[in-house]
């Protein structure tokens, strides 16, 4: 680790980020960084000394900490590893899989939040090789298709899809909607692969649709502006007037609208608006949970009655 303090190597580590994205993306790097996984979350560093086959090893890797700053922590396991023949052939990510169950690391490691392309035999002191590996494997994932391989990744990891909190299979069915499937597909995608400021940033544009549809649902579409004008103040105005078009409906058809739904409302767009216009780039695990109560709320009480309205009388 040479002389260097953990606060120095993390300088280190963020420098490089920014030097090789600067260099591969120039004068759009602003647009485009938010693809890059390191550049939209803090971490827990680890770097995992021991023994194979008789040499020193190392394995490091990144676990999103949903923190303000980044962490590094070295483990040396090489006294416990020397001499075991049970790992001479096994990968890195089967090696952190038997160091783990053989409890050698820190058990307060989430597994669920290392990202999967930061895992690399190089040490966390070379910041050089590991940061270019790492950038290296999410600049080929994004430029092989990040559509199709954030739809391919919520097929495979269907924790948050099938969360029960959200009923995110419930809503694609009634929605019914390609374009509303295809974003929502992305974002959950996005979450599962860390990259929370892009899955952030999207929720709020399906809120909108949601609100939008729930307004064509009752044969209320017509704002007082344009689609793509459309602000908060004009859905809070459509929705006053789609509470009163709905008092008298049956309770699955109803719009409830009081004063604390509005400022529900303003809170879920305070919250949209931060992540969208005002961030840093870092967006933590929990503003992604309150934009997604936002989603599910909105998709609940106000699109679900003006379904059921749309197929008794439209």
């Known amino acids: 680790m040479g002389n260097k303090t953990s606060q120095e190597m993390i300088n280190d580590f963020r420098n490089r980020v920014s030097y090789v994205l600067h260099s591969t993306l120039g004068t759009d790097k602003e647009n485009k960084k938010r693809f890059f996984t390191a550049t939209q979350n803090h971490f827990n560093f680890y770097s995992i000394l021991y ?58 490691i989430n597994w669920t939040n290392v990202l999967p392309n930061s895992v690399s035999n190089v040490g966390f002191s070379y910041p050089q090789i590991y940061v270019d590996g790492w950038l290296q494997k999410d600049f080929n994932s994004i430029n092989n298709g990040m559509v199709k391989k954030q739809f391919e990744l919520i097929k495979f990891n269907t924790t948050l899809l099938n969360r029960s909190t959200f009923d995110f299979e419930n809503m694609i069915n009634e929605v019914s909607d390609p374009q509303f499937t295809n974003n929502l597909n992305q974002i959950l995608g996005a979450y599962n692969n860390g990259w929370f400021y892009v899955s952030a940033s999207a929720i709020g544009g399906l809120i909108e649709m949601l609100l939008y549809k729930t307004a064509v649902n009752y044969g209320k579409d017509n704002f007082e502006t344009q689609r793509d004008k459309i602000t908060k103040k004009n859905y809070v105005k459509k929705m006053h007037e789609l509470r009163n078009f709905t008092k008298s409906f049956n ?41 997604f109560i936002a989603l599910s709320n909105t998709y609940i009480r106000y699109f679900l009655p003006s379904k059921h309205y749309a197929q008794n009388n439209l």
């Open 251 to 291: 309770e699955d058809q109803q719009i409830h609208f009081d004063s604390l739904d509005e400022l529900t409302m303003d809170r879920d767009y305070l919250t949209r608006n931060a992540v969208s216009h005002y961030t840093t780039g870092f967006v933590n695990e929990r503003e992604i949970e309150s934009l």
């Open 51 to 108: 023994m194979q086959n008789t040499l020193d090893q190392t394995i490091t890797f990144a676990e999103i900490n949903n923190n303000d700053s980044d962490f590094f922590q070295s483990v040396d396991i090489r006294t416990v590893t020397d001499g075991n023949l049970s790992i001479g052939n096994l990968s890195l990510d089967e090696l952190l899989s038997y160091f783990d169950n053989k409890q050698m690391l820190p058990k307060t």
